[in-house]
């Protein structure tokens, strides 16, 4: 199995450009999960879906950020506009909990720098 | 609302000595605990996992952890740590059917 895969794995942009995140999810898994880890604050979990359905966005930043999931096995993190403070590293993590398998499989991460 | 406090944020230790990574969480109801392992420029990778049963559970890399739930605590140790164990820890707890919570790290230094 390939693992979840994120694109890119890091990404430099400047201040008020769009930045699209990517997420292939482990196949079969039906969880998905975006945390973002900064110094400060460690780990927040941005947003999960269960069943391409949105559970919980509570802690997506404000409303420059977005994610979808067109499709069971991809997602997507849009920040719209980017700002500096939106600089850290990205993941994301699928489960498959009604196997018994609680635990969330994560992707390499992708680090994003805003200028 | 779930939390989760990993006490010490760095643990310098040296080469061949032992280690323990404390953790504590929050909630007394029925949670699965886990510790995940991220070494620079990585992502997470499971350690090991509590989620039923014996209360003393191994992991890879010869690490091991307790849950004892009436001090609601999952500490981490290892008898003999290596250089090549230098990497920042996580604990994480969840309730079923909510996602994990994870404290805020322990950068791990081994020292030669």
């Known amino acids: 199995d390939a693992g979840v895969i994120q694109s890119p794995r890091h990404e430099v942009t400047e201040m008020g450009q769009e930045v699209t995140l990517r997420c292939k999810l482990i196949s079969g898994h039906n969880s998905l999960f975006w945390y973002r880890q900064t110094m400060m604050r460690g780990l927040e979990l941005l947003i999960y879906f269960n069943n391409n359905v949105p559970i919980d966005d509570s802690g997506m930043p404000e409303d420059r950020f977005s994610a979808k999931m067109p499709n069971a096995s991809f997602s997507t993190l849009k920040i719209q506009p980017s700002e500096p403070r939106d600089s850290a590293v990205y993941f994301c993590?699928?489960?498959?909990?009604?196997?018994?398998?609680?635990?969330?499989?994560f992707g390499q991460g992708t680090r994003l720098t805003v200028v | 609302a779930q939390s989760v406090t990993q006490l010490d944020s760095q643990v310098p230790v040296f080469e061949e000595a032992p280690v323990e990574l404390r953790c504590n969480y929050s909630s007394s109801v029925s949670v699965y605990l886990f510790w995940y392992v991220q070494y620079p420029n990585q992502g997470l990778q499971l350690l090991l996992k509590?989620?039923?049963?014996?209360?003393l559970v191994k992991g890879i890399n010869g690490f091991e952890a307790e849950f004892n739930k009436s001090q609601t605590s999952f500490h981490l140790r290892k008898p003999s740590v290596h250089i090549s164990d230098t990497a920042e820890y996580f604990c994480?707890?969840?309730?079923?059917?909510?996602?994990?919570?994870f404290g805020k790290g322990t950068r791990l230094s081994v020292i030669a």
């Open positions: 994480a707890v969840l309730q079923r059917n909510t996602p994990l919570v």
């Open positions: 993590a699928s489960s498959f909990p009604v196997t018994g398998r609680w635990e969330a499989f």
């Open positions: 509590y989620l039923s049963g014996s209360t």
